[in-house]
């Protein structure tokens, strides 16, 4: 029996199973029983699974495993849950720490009120004005990499989108073949307001949040709509977080994203008796 303490936590309605692996002891190369966790009828239900581990370059390292099994470089809301749950459990007692991740290494901070603060990587990979054809239908968006690929689609109302259907349409895209991108239906409001809906890879499905589609979308609206930093970002399931920045050389550079974290409930998991199903075989 193989049994491990777990913590289910949500980053502005973004959900996780965290493990605390500081020892080395959780099987991390065992992807698919590790995605199994994530399983909402068989396993504990979460939209990722994150483990934190030792690291010789940053305070400590995540590894983040998408329910589908494939494993993300960067998860906005995952890595501001990751910073207060490291910062619970004794990881590290300063509320200012960096971490390690696929996308290099992140800073963050634990405020007061339940709000964690990510310093996120510079936007790159900008390709602004992209025309697909879906279904006979041409869709513009912007394309632009914050942590992980994402392409923005501005519609006038996002609560209407078909984002399960439209959304995995464009994620399976040729454009952006082999390993698609996540889809952000959005909208803006000037000086600094925008409403966004993601649709995540890996999870092949719509997220309660997205925090690299918040950053995504934010930069898309600073760049290229005439938005103005900070701006509030409300979710799919109505938190709210803020995006902030500078503005240098026409382009926007050293971003924060800040939200709410919260713990959710503990518990204990033997992840043999876990059930891999046939579609994650």
Not at 46 to 57: C, H, L, N
Not at 164 to 187: H, M, Q, T, W
């Amino acid at each position: 029996m193989k049994e491990f303490r777990f913590t289910k936590m949500h980053g502005a309605g973004n959900d996780f199973v965290m493990i605390n692996d500081a020892e080395g002891s959780f099987p991390v190369h065992d992807h698919m029983r590790v995605a199994a966790m994530a399983t909402r009828r068989t396993g504990i239900g979460a939209e990722g699974v994150i483990v934190v581990q030792r690291s010789a370059d940053a305070d400590f390292a995540i590894s983040f495993f998408n329910p589908d099994g494939t494993i993300a470089d960067l998860c906005g809301n995952g890595t501001r849950c990751a910073a207060a749950f490291a910062h619970d459990e004794g990881i590290v007692s300063k509320t200012s720490m960096t971490i390690a991740t696929g996308a290099g290494l992140v800073d963050a901070e634990v405020l007061a009120g339940g709000l964690v603060r990510v310093w996120m990587p510079e936007p790159r990979n900008r390709r602004y004005g992209v025309s697909l054809q879906v279904r006979g239908r041409e869709i513009r968006g912007d394309l632009i990499t914050a942590g992980v690929p994402h392409f923005v689609v501005e519609t006038d109302s996002p609560a209407s989108a078909d984002v399960a259907r439209i959304g995995r349409e464009i994620r399976l895209s040729a454009e952006f073949a082999p390993d698609g991108a996540n889809v952000d239906f959005a909208s803006f409001c000037k000086p600094g307001r925008a409403f966004v809906r993601t649709y995540e890879r890996g999870v092949e499905a719509e997220t309660g949040a997205c925090g690299t589609g918040a950053v995504a979308a934010a930069v898309v609206a600073v760049e290229t709509r005439g938005l103005s930093f900070p701006v509030t970002v409300r979710t799919g399931s109505g938190y709210k977080m803020t995006v902030d920045g500078d503005w240098r050389d026409g382009c926007a550079t050293g971003l924060t994203l800040t939200g709410p974290v919260k713990t959710v409930y503990r518990g204990t998991i033997d992840i043999d008796t876990l059930e891999i199903g046939a579609e994650m075989a």
